[in-house]
């Protein structure tokens, strides 16, 4: 579970990318954003990480203490810490729990939105989801949808398999994680295939070959770590239920890619096969 958890805890570092379109200055402040992002995210994850462990292992020992702090069945570690050390402190960091629940909501409505905004945009969804709102252009229709999801995968699953919210999380998180990553590896094999594609002169080693060759190994083994089939229940199963998204993923291009608007789309990206017929009987697409 390391790994998705990790994942989980950085979620948020790409909203900038997502929202390019409302942003002034894009190019500068994307980049920056993301740094600054990835940064404070991940300095946040490894201090309270090391706080956690520190804790534990001066209360109850090094070995009883990390196995108690990362024990499934201790839901509210930190807050066990502070009753222990400080009760006083209980009440802040109960505050804490629920501000970044709220932030997390925020973020990952922000993000979906954006996306499936724009995927409606290009018609390779439903037009309403491509609504906005009239008075500040706020992509009503994509936030509702995503807000109607995030409640069902907090309700439902607790609802109808009476498990505990943070064991649904846990389960969520891993099953989660999949999807995103393996689009975080399309993207980074799709960079530099698009790059020689349409601007050859742009493409650099380091940051369009290098890192993203980094960025495969490392997601890669993101990825079958949380598909094995030898993982405890219902970590057996992630890997059907990754395979079952996948080839929706897959239907779903094929017949985007069908359309006469999606064979325009994929013809101005220089992605088009030379010999595919463009839109509406127009030409094929230069090689």
Partial sequence: MTFPLAVA?????DNSASMAAEIRRPRRVVPVTLAAAVALAGGVYALSTWAGVA??????????????????????????LADHYLPLARPVLAAFGAISSVACLIAATTAMSRITFTAARAGMLPRALGHVSARRAVPTGAAVLWLVLIGACVVLPTALLGAAPTTVSAWEAGIGTVPLLISLFVGLVGLP???????RHTLRPLPHLVIPLVGLVVIGWGVWGNVRPDQPAPGNLYWLWTGLILLLALAAAVRFTRRPAGRRDLSALGLARPDAPGPEGAPPAAP
């Fill in 9 to 13: 805890g950085m979620v948020g570092w």
């Fill in 55 to 80: 804790g534990y292992a001066h209360w109850q020992g090094p070995a009883a203490g990390t196995g108690r702090f990362g024990d499934p069945a201790n839901s509210a570690p930190f807050l066990e």
């Fill in 193 to 199: 295939v698009y790059l020689l594609r349409t601007a």
